[in-house]
């Protein structure tokens, strides 16, 4: 089993930057993707960016250019820059590991941008 935690969140002006941590324990030899999500309420939850055990990233297009996703092996990051009112969401750390595909999940880091 793989266990995601995430911190970083807060409050922060628009145009401004924040940077999102994501811990990762566990069995994570097996893990191949880890993506971050976001989601605000009555609203699908949605995915920001996403990175490869191999370094290949992709992006959603709202988020194109502001943010960068990035790894190493204590955890997944999320540098969040030019962020805007439209960026305010709980985010979730994701990982997807081994032969049966599962899914971990974090508990959500809460990002308000506001001025």
């Known amino acids: 089993q793989v266990q995601l935690v995430e911190s970083g969140g807060g409050l922060v002006q628009p145009g401004g930057s924040l940077k999102l941590n994501c811990e990762v324990s566990?069995?994570?030899?097996?893990?191949?993707?880890m993506d971050w999500w976001r989601q605000v309420p009555e609203k699908p939850r949605e995915f920001v960016a996403g990175?490869?055990?191999?370094?290949s990233t992709k992006y959603a297009d709202s988020v194109e250019d502001r943010f960068i996703i990035f790894r190493d092996r204590n955890g997944l990051y999320l540098e969040m820059n030019k962020v805007k009112p439209e960026d305010t969401a709980v985010y979730y750390c994701?990982?997807?590991?081994?032969?049966?595909?599962?899914?971990?999940w974090g508990q959500g880091t809460q990002v308000t941008v506001s001025s």
């Open positions: 994701h990982a997807k590991s081994g032969v049966s595909a599962t899914d971990s």
């Open positions: 566990g069995s994570t030899f097996g893990i191949y993707v």
């Open positions: 990175i490869s055990s191999g370094g």
